[in-house]
């Protein structure tokens, strides 16, 4: 037996037998999973991070032909029957094989998925794959092998053939919303699920992207613990003046653009047919491609992914900030509208940088908007956080009520905060310039040839969105005075 593989059978033995579980072991979000994955390191000073997400590997039962291809199997032949005692034999086997299995139950509850602490639901086995990979790497001094075929490649392109007969727009996702943001225990979701389903794609990019960080350590540097490593990514903390401009380290916000960065350059088309090449021969299924569909549903279903996940910034739905219902029946907009319509808040006054400061936020102006103006529901179509995340108000579909007499021909957007004498954050401006608007126009929803105006560009009476922030939209393409 070797070093490692007697280190990791000792781990084995302790980890499932010392470990009783976290405070509040019960809750479904990041902070819990860290925090019982610190309570097995501290059992263990000095246990190897290799050693510790392979144990988790195998407490999940995720040693199928693929992963073993890649990673190989989570635990020596030589004593898997002591192993699978002691697994069984422990409660702690329990937490853990619910956190990190991944299913999705006839009612539409997925689980092995996490809230994490900006709002985003994760999937633990695609991420904590791709966190292997990345230390295998590290410790064998060789490449990331298989990194992408195990966090996006193996459930993108199965996704994208078992509903290829589906429009695009379905083959992906979807989202849903946890029971409870303060306690989650339960996530159910919008409709029902592909293969993909956005928990599993943020867990994927999550894990290629710590997977990279991991491998790309230099040869004199020891891998950080996994749960300080999940710490630094998950649960950062933005102070009053900052935006995630000043955050230079990898933090969860950023997923799509520094997962982008990571997978673009790869031909992804190659990647994807590859990786489904050998899922059917390590099935002996290989006849499956000999099917003339396979490649138009790859190259439609990955446009698909590129646009809702890396063009189209990370939305937060309203059942997520705490919405209230619709106080009548929403009247649709005609798509595409020709105008979007920038807005400041002014009230709130400050830039929120935390999901439940923005989550807040938002019900603090639907409950102004309702109660103390009348409207139906939140005037805003959508609201840019400087959390890194965008907001769902009245959404791309249904008439809103933020630029008077020109509702129905325009979105409007307002980012959170007073904008007379500072401007917001460099990065919510670009979610708001970039992202957003070229999802707008990808999905329909706002024509190509688009006009940007301030709101006090149609209202009289007011100085919205700001001296300094309207100063700074009219250097903006599509701006029109």
């Known amino acids: 037996m070797t070093l490692f593989g007697l280190s990791f059978f000792v781990l084995a033995l302790s980890f499932f037998t010392v470990y009783s579980g976290p405070t509040g072991v019960h809750l479904r979000n990041m902070e819990s999973f860290i925090q019982a994955v610190q309570q097995v390191e501290d059992s263990n000073p000095g246990l190897c991070p290799l050693a510790l997400v392979r144990a988790l590997r195998k407490t999940a039962g995720h040693d199928d032909e693929m992963t073993i291809h ?21 409660s702690s086997f329990s937490f853990f094989d619910k956190a990190i299995h991944h299913i999705v139950t006839d009612y539409g509850e997925e689980r092995g998925v996490v809230l994490a602490p900006d709002g985003t639901t994760v999937a633990l086995a695609p991420l904590l794959l791709g ?14 092998v298989g990194m992408f075929p195990l966090t996006l490649g193996r459930r993108l392109g199965l996704s994208f053939l078992s509903l290829q007969d589906f429009p695009p727009s379905n083959r992906l996702g979807p989202n849903g919303c ?11 979701l919008s409709r029902p699920a592909t293969l993909a389903t956005d928990a599993v794609i943020n867990g994927g990019m999550d894990g290629a992207i710590l997977g990279m960080d991991y491998s790309n350590l230099p040869a004199s540097e020891q891998p950080q613990a996994l749960s300080k490593f999940l710490k630094e990514y998950y649960s950062y903390v933005l102070h009053e003046g900052q935006g995630l401009d000043d955050i230079t380290s990898h933090v969860s916000p950023r997923r799509r653009e520094i997962s982008r960065s990571i997978l673009e350059p790869l031909d992804l088309y190659s990647q994807v047919m590859e990786t489904l090449a050998l899922v059917w ?18 190259k439609d279903g990955l446009q ?9 910034p990370q939305i ?12 009548s029946t929403p009247i649709p907009l005609s798509l595409p509208v020709q105008f979007l319509y920038v807005h400041h808040t002014y009230e709130p006054s400050s830039p929120c940088l935390s999901f439940p400061n923005c989550s807040r936020n938002m ?12 409207w139906s529901d939140i005037g805003y179509s959508f609201v840019v956080g400087s959390d890194g995340y965008v907001y769902e108000g009245r959404g791309w579909n249904y008439l809103g009520t933020h630029t008077r007499g020109h509702n129905s021909i325009g979105y409007g957007v307002s980012i959170i905060g007073n904008y007379t004498a500072a401007l917001p954050s460099h990065h919510a401006m670009d979610l708001l310039r970039h992202r957003l608007v070229q999802c707008a126009v990808d999905g329909g929803g706002l024509a190509a040839n688009f006009t940007i105006q301030g709101h006090r560009q149609v209202v009289n009476y007011t100085s919205c969105p700001g001296d300094a922030f309207f100063s700074e939209i009219r250097s903006w393409e599509h701006f029109r005075e």
């Not at 021969?281 to 790859?298: M, Q, R």
């Not at 698909?304 to 189209?312: D, H, I, R, S």
């Open 304 to 312: 698909e992914f590129v646009n809702k996940f890396w063009v189209c």
């Open 178 to 188: 946890w029971d409870s943001v303060e306690r989650p225990k339960l996530f159910k």
């Open 131 to 144: 966190i292997e990979t990345g230390l295998k790497a590290k410790v064998e001094g060789t490449p990331p």
């Open 363 to 374: 019900r603090a102006m639907q409950r102004f908007h309702q109660e103390d103006r009348g």
């Open 316 to 327: 937060i739905p309203r059942c997520q900030w705490g919405a209230k219902a619709y106080q």
């Open 70 to 90: 890649f990673l190989g199997a989570s635990y020596s032949i030589a004593y898997a029957e002591v192993l699978e005692k002691a697994i069984l034999n422990a």
């Open 281 to 298: 021969k390590l099935e002996k299924t290989e006849w499956i491609a000999l099917d003339t569909g396979v490649g138009k549903a790859v």
